[in-house]
């Protein structure tokens, strides 16, 4: 961490800490709000400036028709999902339990409707090795065959054809590798989808991921959304 960074971090700290910054934080994209409760400099830096995913919940919000179902698979504390209930029911899949409770105390503030599940979406159900953050905010929490706990895993088709959650019209997909698996299983909730977004980590071919949203009908294009990372976003054209 640079001498900036640690100079920042402590200052905000101990605006935290003081009450010079107050919690809850309003974060806002393209007119649509929310409120997020914070209680880290990590959360305060996510809620600030939505670590450069304005341009993710934009697209999420300008592919949503009101009311839609939208799937957050990877929801973090839930910066995506709150801010997108606003138009969208939102069903929130985080498997880390630490961030999963922030996650549920700012859905409980969120506009609209935010459904958290404690589920990391798989290709098929079971237990995996899971190696979470040290700090709840940050989006770095990832399957592991090191990991130091073990998750629940399930596959998007089943939880829909158990009728826990409804077919998904909108899907954004940040896991950190675990992409092509989440993917995999959802093929069947996959042919309802009009907008997927996906963000591509190490490990994984943008070109995998095109492969399968091009068999479930989607129009693809791979775009870096001035990030460093590439994503692949998929859309259903009209016949």
């Known amino acids: 961490m640079t001498i900036v960074k640690k ?3 402590l200052r905000d700290w101990i605006a935290l800490k003081t009450g010079a910054i107050r919690s809850p934080m309003i974060a806002e994209v393209g007119g649509y709000a929310a409120r997020f409760t914070v209680q880290s400099v990590e959360e305060i830096w996510r809620i600030r400036d939505l670590r450069g995913e304005q341009d993710v919940i934009r697209l999420l919000l300008e592919e949503a028709e009101e009311d839609d179902v939208l799937w957050d698979v990877g929801s973090n504390i839930g910066t995506h ?3 997108c209930s606003t138009k969208a029911n939102v069903f929130a899949f985080e498997p880390n339990p630490d961030t999963f409770d922030r ?6 503030r969120a506009p609209g409707t935010v459904i958290p599940l404690r589920y990391g979406l798989s290709s098929s159900s079971g237990d995996i090795s899971f190696e979470p953050s040290p700090i709840a905010a940050n989006g770095t929490h990832k399957v592991s065959t090191e990991g130091s706990m073990t998750i629940k895993t399930i596959s998007g088709d089943e939880l829909v054809e158990s009728g826990e959650v409804p077919k998904p019209n909108v899907v954004k997909v940040d896991v950190e590798g675990h992409e092509l698996e989440v993917l995999k299983g959802m ?3 996959l042919q309802s989808v009009n907008f997927v977004i996906v963000e591509i980590h190490a490990g994984v071919d943008p070109k995998d991921v095109t492969k399968l949203l091009s068999e479930a009908k989607l129009s693809t294009e791979i775009t870096k959304l001035n990030r460093d990372e590439d994503f692949v976003i998929g859309r259903r ?3």
């Open 7 to 9: 100079v920042a971090r």
């Open 81 to 83: 999902a709150c801010i």
């Open 103 to 108: 996650l549920t105390e700012n859905s409980d």
């Open 187 to 189: 093929t069947n909730a």
């Open 237 to 239: 054209q009209n016949d």
